[in-house]
């Protein structure tokens, strides 16, 4: 018989978002009158532009005309989208041959992780989106939990403390450094200098940084950077992934991107761009024609004007939820709230308490979905998020109940 690739043998829980349907399931189930709102899983409920949606439609309808046909494209993705996201959200930042289209972020990260194998040393903000650490234990550079944390991974803290920038004299050089701003699951957006940080630490300690800027659109501060590459010395240090799912609502069209700098190198001088191509090329076949031309629509005017119409509706409901949890009741149970207005997500400490705990209370009380911190790493115990994804009635409803929630 096969042996078992160990890596899933290591992984000590299943992944957070299907544990946290399972709950909800389970307490739908025992309680099938319960109304329950979600605010936990970061899904898009709103529904798509009708211009993006129409030039897909179109797009489709064209597939079945000769004229109109196309079958396999470039598996970097359509040259003319890879040129706007060039120019619209790097305005000269990075070049279109450093863009690859790909069926969304997790999956790119995931397939990042084939670049640099398994002996490479991983260091993750702490708390931190699952996969960066989930995937590095399937793939094998990162070994068993010891009860702290995965071995091979070393965890950056982030915490009120230090302003949730992390102290990175904690990571080893030749590091593979995942780093999100606007973070998931903490909402905060780290300034220019906190990135110069690090991207000079990079630079001389020859780390990698994987940049997650999925939420780059939800920064409604202009002081603060929308992607890695406005920082001097990026290039030659890092790798940024990204999505169309939040800002376009794609999260079921599912569209994102790379950008893998020619100026970065291996320690034997060879170019990641290059491997990165091998990879798309050989373990990914190019993203749907159809939501291609949906993501050259968002780049429009008109597709621009309508992605920030639906992160605004987001950003008010995060604005609602953050007054509800800043409310009498939760100020009495010493919940401290950290939300900067630049995010869709509301963390939320609770000090003493476990987020497991925490979330139950919330479901139990309430009929909310919440995540519980803690699933997104050790650093995240005592802490909940809240998702500001979801249709304003139903934020409304949920903010009404928290608010009378007794605690
Ligand atoms: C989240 O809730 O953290 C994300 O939306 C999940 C995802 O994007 O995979």
Not at 212 to 217: F, H, L
Not at 308 to 337: P, Q, S
Not at 354 to 381: I, M, N, Q, Y
Request: charged share 25%.
């Amino acid at each position: 018989m096969l042996t078992r690739n160990e890596g899933f043998a290591n992984l000590t829980a299943g992944y957070l978002f299907p544990e946290v349907a399972r709950r909800r399931r389970e307490y739908a189930a025992a309680h099938p009158d319960a109304k329950i709102i979600s605010l936990g899983i970061g899904n898009t409920t709103e529904p798509l532009p009708k211009f993006i949606a129409k030039k897909m439609a179109d797009y489709a309808l064209g597939l079945a005309t000769p004229e109109g046909y196309s079958g396999y494209g470039d598996e970097q993705g359509n040259t003319e989208l890879r040129k706007k996201i060039a120019e619209v959200w790097y305005k000269g930042l990075a070049d279109e041959s450093e863009v690859f289209i790909s069926d969304g972020a997790k999956c790119d990260i995931a397939r990042i992780q084939t670049l640099f194998g398994r002996k490479v040393k991983i260091a993750v903000q702490d708390p931190a989106y699952p996969v960066y650490v989930d995937g590095s234990v399937i793939v094998g550079a990162a070994g068993k939990n010891n009860g702290t944390g995965y071995e091979g991974v070393t965890y950056m803290p982030c915490t009120p403390e230090n302003d949730f920038f992390p102290e990175l004299s904690v990571v080893e050089p030749n590091s593979l450094i995942y780093f999100c701003s606007p973070n998931n699951p903490t909402g905060a957006v780290a300034t220019k200098e906190q990135l110069k940080k690090l991207v000079d630490f990079a630079n001389k300690n020859g780390c990698i940084i994987i940049f997650d800027g999925a939420y780059r659109e939800f920064i409604r501060d202009p002081s603060l950077p929308k992607t890695i590459f406005e920082i001097e010395g990026a290039r030659t240090c890092a790798i940024e992934i990204n999505s169309f799912s939040k800002p376009a609502g794609f999260t079921g069209v599912r569209l994102g991107w790379s950008i893998v700098p020619n100026d970065l190198k291996f320690a034997d001088g060879t170019s990641v761009n290059r491997d990165w191509n091998r990879v798309m090329t050989t373990l990914f076949n190019g993203a749907s024609n159809v939501v291609q031309a949906g993501g050259l629509a968002c780049l429009e005017p008109e597709g621009l004007k309508a992605m920030k119409e639906v992160i605004d509706y987001y950003l008010e409901n995060a604005a609602l939820i953050k007054k509800t949890f800043e409310g009498e009741n939760f100020k009495k149970a010493g919940a401290e709230v950290y939300f900067t207005g630049n995010s869709p997500y509301i963390w939320v400490q609770f000090p003493g308490l476990k987020s497991w705990d925490v979330f139950d209370t919330l479901l139990d009380k309430c009929r909310v979905v919440t995540t519980p911190g803690s699933g997104f790493g050790p650093a995240g115990e005592s802490f909940i998020r809240i998702s500001a994804f979801g249709h304003h009635a139903d934020v409304e409803e949920a903010c009404k109940r928290l608010s009378e929630l007794a605690l």
